[in-house]
Every structure is written in structure tokens, then in C-alpha cells.
């Protein structure tokens, strides 16, 4: 399967019509959202490479059979030389019109290097700078600034041109990849931008109405007031208390599912109590 085929999209697609399908499969298939996780890479790795203008014409070029390093060789029918769409087919992969203005391939590079950082839920409320050690295969190592900007979801990678492996001096240094990997917090659930949580009530508390409180991520406590009558299940919602988007100011939702309790090791006069208003009723 081609990477277009991965996003759903032609070859012939634009860079929006690229990442509106990546920010759709994206969603639907993230691991937070119960996605498989190697079906998330296999649309992270396309999207890596379709988004970017030079990785996407090299992955064109050996798609359509014109990779294949130094030694490769071309060969043209004598009647090739003169279709009028022979310019045109060259322009598509970056090259001049003419087919014998092509001498060399593109030029190679050190291989990427991949380091993974593990941060909080919480810490994607605000942007944050990590500092890592990033070691080459022939032993360097650098130190680089990692700006993890707010609303970063797991799995995210931000690349870094030019501080990847530099084994061989005699051709360019590759590119690092670091991928945020987000730990999910006790007692949330994530939902794209919105978090859900359950509280616990007493049944009784329920019956007759009354406050409770409420801890979002932040540790921000919420003071809710429970009607009489409440029933399991019901929910509130706390507005903008969940998750930023990437790159925005919009903000989630806090969602609060009720779960009733029932209180054991009652007195013989508490017992007594509510049989007495079991048979008013």
C-alpha cells in the first residue's frame, strides 16, 4: 500500500487536501480513542513524508522507478524523445524539461535518528521546553531544546533538520524525529480535547440534594450542586476544563459522570430511620 493510499488521497493531491485527510484518519484511529496503534504510525509515517515537499518528491521518484542510488541507468525509446508530455512528466519530479538535463541523483544524507520523551497529561495544558541528549553512531553527543507546545497529543513527532546521525562527514547529517509520548492521568479519560471523570456520591446525599467537589487536571477543585433526586449516571460539565487544541487557543470540556454509592455499617437507629421513611412513602 502507497502512502497515498494510507491517506485515502490521490497522488495528485494538495497539501491541504493532504492534511485534512490526516487530521480526519488522525482522529479516528488515535491511540487515545482506543485506535490501533500500528494503524496510528502507518498514517503518522505518510503524513511525515507527503508534508514535506523534498521527502515527497524523493518517495514519488522511487515509487514510479526512478530511485535506485548512483549506479541507476535510464532508457528511453527513441519515440519517448518527442511526446509532448516528456517535459511536463520531468517538471512533476523537480527537474528541468529536458531528460538530458538530469546527471545525478539527489543527493544522500546521514540516516534520522528517533528519541522518544514521555510527559504528563497535565503538562500539554501549557508549552514547555525539555532538554535531551541526542548521541550519534559514531559516539557524539549534543544536548537540544525540545519546545513541546501546548496541546501536544500522544504519539506527536517534531523534527529537527540537521541534528540527526553524522557517521559519514562526507554527505549531510539526517534529521532527528522527537516523539511525545503522553502519559494518560488516574481517574480521566480523553476524548480528542475533552476529558471525562466519575465521582462517586452517597445515595442518600443524591436522594436529598446537596454539594459535592470536583478536582480537574490542573488540581482546580469545583463545587457542584446535585439536585434532589439525582440519578447514577447523570452528568455535569464543567466548560473549557479539558484539553487545548495544538496551536490554539480553544479549550476542552470537563465532563462529570455520577456513580452512587451505598453506605454500609449503618447504626440500628440510622436503619430504623430510613425504614420509618421507606413505609411514609
Not at 504510525?41 to 513524508?49: L, N, R, V
Not at 504519539?155 to 559519514?168: A, H, M, P, V
Not at 454539594?211 to 490542573?218: A, E, R, S, W
Amino acid at each position: 500500500m502507497t502512502y497515498y493510499e494510507t491517506l485515502g488521497v490521490s497522488d495528485k493531491a494538495t497539501a491541504d487536501e493532504i492534511k485534512r485527510a490526516y487530521r480526519k484518519l488522525a482522529s479516528q484511529h488515535h491511540p487515545d480513542k482506543g485506535g490501533d496503534k500500528n494503524k496510528f504510525q502507518e498514517i503518522q509515517a505518510a503524513y511525515d513524508t507527503l508534508s514535506n515537499e523534498q521527502k515527497r518528491q524523493q518517495y514519488d521518484m522511487q515509487r514510479n522507478g526512478f530511485g535506485g542510488g548512483p549506479g541507476m541507468q535510464f532508457h528511453w525509446n527513441s519515440g519517448d524523445m518527442n511526446h509532448p508530455d516528456i517535459s511536463e512528466i520531468f517538471r512533476s519530479f523537480g527537474f528541468s524539461g529536458s531528460p538530458f538535463e538530469f546527471h545525478r541523483p539527489q543527493q544522500r544524507r546521514n540516516k534520522d535518528l528517533r528519541i522518544e520523551i514521555p510527559v504528563p497529561l497535565v503538562s500539554t495544558l501549557t508549552d514547555q521546553t525539555k532538554t535531551v541528549q541526542v548521541k550519534t553512531t559514531n559516539g557524539d553527543t549534543s544536548t537540544v531544546e525540545v519546545k513541546i507546545p501546548r496541546g501536544i497529543t500522544n504519539g506527536t513527532s517534531i523534527r529537527y533538520s540537521g541534528l540527526g546521525d553524522n557517521l559519514f562527514n562526507t554527505i549531510p547529517r539526517g534529521d532527528l524525529y522527537v516523539q511525545i509520548n503522553v502519559h494518560n492521568a488516574d481517574n480521566f479519560i480523553v476524548n480528542g480535547i475533552d476529558l471525562y471523570t466519575t465521582v462517586s456520591v452517597n445515595c442518600l446525599l443524591a436522594t436529598i440534594g446537596g454539594k459535592i467537589t470536583v478536582t480537574g487536571l490542573d488540581s482546580k477543585v469545583f463545587e457542584l450542586s446535585l439536585p434532589a433526586g439525582t440519578q447514577p449516571g447523570m452528568k455535569f460539565r464543567l466548560t473549557e476544563q479539558g484539553l487545548y487544541l495544538l496551536n490554539s487557543t480553544q479549550r476542552g470540556d470537563l465532563y462529570v459522570e455520577l456513580a452512587l454509592t451505598v453506605p454500609q455499617n449503618l447504626s440500628p437507629e440510622d436503619t430504623d430511620l430510613i425504614r420509618s421513611i421507606l413505609n411514609t412513602q
